[in-house]
């Protein structure tokens, strides 16, 4: 698969068959989250994969009740060294490239911004001087899921300065999808 069709392919799944992962792809998406850039290669990153039917339970009332959680295959908390100026900037491009690697895999995932973050600590037992960055559930997919429209890129690119849209080879970006 090529890397357009992973993105065009990636959707925020929140139903998920019951099914497990074999260990040779969590090897694949674990080396995903590893070959991430960083801010100074700082590499500031740890992550906590909650598998245990329990523990995604109880993270339901932590992030705000979405139920979807306890159905995933892995709930995934993103934890970094706050004292680290690109924690948020780091942590979110190494999970992006776990997700991205996931669609390839035949997998799904989805953003979890909505969470209590001392609850989260405190069900997975993340230390006090860690935060978590945010949360990810992760799976294999049931279901049909839909893409949502799109804004046109003509109405987030600009050239040079702001508001100014962007031209290619003499054209403006087309509204063409």
Not at 134 to 163: D, L
Request: net charge positive; proline share 4%; glycine share 6%.
């Amino acid at each position: 698969m090529q890397v357009q069709e992973v993105i065009q392919k990636r959707l925020s799944i929140r139903q998920y068959a019951d099914a497990s992962i074999p260990d040779e792809h969590m090897d694949i998406l674990f080396k995903a989250l590893q070959l991430a850039p960083s801010a100074n290669n700082s590499q500031n990153w740890e992550f906590v994969f909650a598998k245990d039917s329990d523990l995604k339970q109880r993270l339901v009332p932590a992030c705000f009740n979405q139920g979807f959680i306890k159905d995933c295959a892995y709930f995934i908390a993103g934890v970094a060294d706050p004292r680290q100026k690109w924690n948020m900037v780091d942590i979110t491009i190494s999970l992006t490239q776990f997700t991205l690697q996931a669609v390839e895999l035949g997998y799904g995932t989805c953003w979890i911004g909505a969470f209590d973050e001392s609850h989260v600590k405190q069900v997975l037992n993340i230390p006090q001087n860690r935060k978590v960055v945010i949360c990810m559930t992760f799976g294999r997919p049931q279901g049909k899921h839909v893409p949502r429209g799109r804004r046109a890129v003509e109405r987030f690119v600009y050239q040079n300065q702001f508001g100014i849209r962007f031209k290619l080879s003499g054209e403006y970006i087309s509204r063409k999808k």
